[in-house]
């Protein structure tokens, strides 16, 4: 009998500022329907824990990610309609664990997508230094010729960050800085992470609804 092989995508979460982006990529995911599975790095915890007052923690993540998913980007319960079942196939990797499945490139995954990636992290990957689960992810993502989208978040940029951000882009990762537009119509803040969420969901092919696409002025001068 033929089952199906759960072929989820990564979201590498490392301590970079943007947590916010991280729910919102994760949610995108959720309602698409697509398996997720979750490495999260020891400093992002501290972002994490700055940025929405609430810990993850190993022993309680499936807790600790409910209640992160259902926060707004301005810290207040957002109206997020997540249903425990929404969870069910969410799988949970702590990053010190070097043995998880993701640590190996016959572990079937769809890709993977870094979101907010640190400098570090950039710098780590850039230089395959798989010092933790989420780096060493992120390496067989790109031996293994699979998506690999890196959200990095800082400003400005020196240029051994951007030296490595080229050596990202030359492996084929999509280098997606975290930097969000504003043509889309944003009133809130939530609408702006939902915009960087969206562009990261775009490079990965996942269908979403997270912000309004340009379409052009139709009728606009020189438009005939
Ligand atoms: C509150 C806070 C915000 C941070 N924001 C950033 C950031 O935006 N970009 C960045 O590259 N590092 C940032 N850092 C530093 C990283 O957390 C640090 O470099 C860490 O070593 C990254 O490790 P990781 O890549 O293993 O997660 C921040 C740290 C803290 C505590």
Redesign the pocket.
């Known amino acids: 009998m033929e089952t199906s092989l759960r072929t989820p995508w990564i979201v590498g979460v490392?301590?970079?500022?943007?947590t916010p982006y991280a729910a919102a990529v994760l949610r995108g995911l959720l309602r698409a329907g697509e398996a997720v599975d979750l490495v999260v790095?020891?400093?992002?915890r501290?972002?994490l824990l700055?940025?929405t007052g609430h810990p993850f923690r190993d022993a309680h993540w499936r807790d600790d990610l409910r209640t992160w998913l259902t926060r707004g980007a301005d810290g207040k319960d957002g109206h997020f309609d997540l249903e425990p079942a929404d969870l069910a196939d969410v799988r949970f990797w702590a990053a010190g664990d070097l043995a998880a499945g993701p640590s190996s490139g016959s572990y079937p995954v769809k890709g993977m997508l870094i979101v907010?990636a640190?400098?570090?992290?950039v710098a780590?990957v850039a230089l395959g230094l798989s010092?933790?689960l989420?780096q060493r992810a992120a390496s067989v993502t790109l031996k293994e010729r699979r998506t690999l989208v890196v959200a990095v978040?800082?400003t400005p940029l020196n240029g051994q960050t951007l030296k490595h951000l080229v050596t990202l882009d030359e492996a084929g990762a999509v280098v997606l800085p975290a930097s969000p537009a504003f043509y889309a119509g944003a009133r809130h803040i939530q609408d702006l992470v939902d915009f960087v969420a969206g562009r990261v969901l775009d490079a990965a092919a996942v269908p979403h609804q997270l912000y309004r696409r340009w379409e052009g002025e139709l009728g606009s001068a020189g438009s005939s």
């Open positions: 490392s301590g970079a500022s943007g790095s020891r400093a992002a501290l972002t700055d940025e907010p640190s400098t570090a992290c780590g010092k933790d989420l978040r800082e």
